[in-house]
Nanobody, 127 residues
Framework: QVQLVESGGGLVQAGESLRLSCAAS????????IGWFRQAPGKEREFVAA????????GYADSVKGRFTVSRDNSKNLVYLEMSSLNPEDTAVYYC??????????WGQGTQVTVYWGQGTHFTVSS
């Protein structure tokens, strides 16, 4: 059994950053690859990022590439999701999961991230 607890969510203004943490405990949690997923209201859960146990390789959804960074500290059994340049489309409940060959996939309870447009927020649209 592996237990996962997410933390670090909150309410932020567009353009700001947040760092989510996924704390793993139980049976050799640092041997599991860890993924981050999110689910917005009325939408299906979607993949965000993942980091491999074997070689530390990372992968990202196109929507977050260049803005989000996943990392892990095996000595502390922690996995982080650094999120920058947040926008309201990133609003969702964020979950981490743990996967290991031959074992089931474990999920945490999730942490809410809400991004709002603040007064005077500037954004650029380019083609």
């Amino acid at each position: 059994q592996v237990q996962l607890v997410e933390s670090g969510g909150g309410l932020v203004q567009a353009g700001e950053s947040l760092r989510l943490s996924c704390a793993a405990s139980g049976r050799t949690p640092n041997r599991y690859s860890i993924g981050w997923f999110r689910q917005a209201p009325g939408k299906e859960r979607e993949f965000v990022a993942a980091i491999s146990y074997m070689d530390g390789n990372t992968g990202y959804a196109d929507s977050v590439k260049g803005r989000f960074t996943v990392s892990r500290d095996n000595s502390k059994n922690l996995v982080y999701l650094e999120m920058s340049s947040l926008n309201p489309e990133d609003t969702a409940v964020y979950y981490c999961n743990a996967a290991y060959t031959g074992d089931r996939v474990y999920w945490g309870q999730g942490t809410q991230v809400t991004v709002y447009w603040g007064q005077g927020t500037h954004f650029t649209v380019s083609s």
